[in-house]
């Protein structure tokens, strides 16, 4: 599958964003200078005086804003996501386009967005992690010290610094330490 472009985002997202109520007069007036003052080469001053004018309703308005980016390409609307997320963050977090289940590769405007943590892998995940570092600490400390018992799980630990963080690989190598000639 591939990945949503930023102009497929907005496609889906147009309809969420017409509904009454959803963004106010200023808010659309600041994303509409933002995209103005910050990038005039997206929207032009001619443009920006198009689509704030207090003639039309913000309804009318914001469709012909997303109309114009959609028709101007990706980097216009990513632009737009980047301005609707500074002027209108709890609406830019309820978009239906964010609430769609996503791939762990997809890019987005936030990065902690996208970074799962364990606790968003739920309760069994939670509970088989749990496990197996007790399982460890059990096997680890409850063990006799006599280096012919665990030989196979000294060597598994010390190749683990390779792959852990240099704090915790600290204490791995200081457990290979304590007892001489295990390796």
């Known amino acids: 599958m591939t990945e949503q472009t930023y102009c497929d985002r907005l496609v889906q997202d147009t309809p969420f964003l017409l509904g009454r109520g959803r963004l106010s007069e200023q808010q659309v007036d600041?994303?509409?200078?933002?995209?103005?003052?910050?990038?005039?080469?997206?929207?032009?001053?001619k443009d920006a005086q198009k689509f704030r004018n207090p003639k039309a309703s913000v309804r009318v308005r914001l469709c012909d804003l997303l109309g114009h980016l959609q028709r101007s390409g990706e980097r216009d609307c990513q632009e737009?996501?980047?301005?609707?997320y500074i002027h209108a963050q709890p609406l830019?977090?309820?978009?239906?386009?964010?609430?769609?289940?996503?791939?762990?590769?997809?890019?987005?405007l936030d990065s902690g967005a996208m970074g799962h943590e364990l606790s968003d892998r739920g309760p069994v995940a939670f509970l088989a992690c749990l496990g197996l570092a007790a399982g460890l600490a059990l096997l680890v400390y409850c063990c006799p010290a006599d280096p012919k018992v665990l030989p196979?799980?000294?060597r598994?630990?010390?190749?683990?610094?390779?792959?852990?963080?240099?704090?915790v690989s600290r204490f791995?190598?200081?457990?290979l330490t304590d007892t001489p000639g295990a390796l």
């Open 30 to 45: 600041r994303i509409i200078l933002q995209l103005n003052r910050y990038y005039p080469q997206i929207l032009s001053n």
């Open 80 to 84: 737009f996501y980047r301005a609707l």
């Open 92 to 108: 830019h977090g309820l978009l239906p386009s964010r609430l769609a289940p996503q791939h762990s590769d997809c890019t987005d």
């Open 152 to 154: 196979g799980a000294r």
């Open 156 to 167: 598994v630990l010390g190749f683990s610094p390779v792959i852990v963080d240099r704090h």
């Open 172 to 175: 791995l190598l200081a457990f």
